[in-house]
């Protein structure tokens, strides 16, 4: 990977609370602030670090229906594709799209506030995009495990 232990330790951290001031994980990691902040900066610039966000409760922003749905393509030349990876990228419902092995072609997790909104947006979104042929949507009964950090 190219990093040492104190670039792993500042991306662990990091991952566990990205609002960790610069002089905190100096503190920390027993570094002074400048190293901290120098190292932070080549992470972003290697792209080890690609954003920093805050993660939202989906109930709390109305967004509490997450269904994954797999889509198949009538045609699968790399032009249609790529055009269906821009125009669902879009659609502000589509929190992530993944092209897949196996039977389908994508599989896509979508989060809209209720069924009805769900409804709407296969119908007056998904459904209407050339190419597709295929939408199969499973729903989130419950969530055991949802973790954004990946060990080191």
């Known amino acids: 990977m ?5 670039d792993i330790e500042i ?26 902040h120098e190292r932070i900066r080549r992470l972003k610039e290697q792209g080890y670090i690609k954003k920093i966000v805050a993660i939202l409760d989906r109930k709390k922003v109305d967004r509490s229906l997450i269904a994954f749905s797999h889509v198949f393509l009538k ?4 032009e249609t594709l790529g055009a269906f990876e821009q125009q669902v990228a879009k659609f502000t419902e589509v929190m992530e799209c993944f092209q897949m092995t196996g ?18 947006f296969l119908r007056n979104k998904l459904a209407t995009l050339p190419n597709v042929s295929t939408v199969q949507s499973f729903f989130v009964l419950s969530e055991t495990k949802s973790d954004t950090a990946y060990p080191l």
């Open 75 to 78: 045609e699968h030349t790399a």
């Open 2 to 6: 190219g990093l040492d232990a104190t």
């Open 103 to 120: 039977a389908y072609d994508f599989i896509l997790r979508i989060a809209t506030c209720d069924m009805d909104a769900y409804h709407l």
């Open 11 to 36: 991306l662990r951290l990091l991952q566990q609370d990205a609002t960790y001031t610069n002089k905190q994980l100096s503190f920390k990691l027993n570094k002074s602030v400048a190293t901290i």
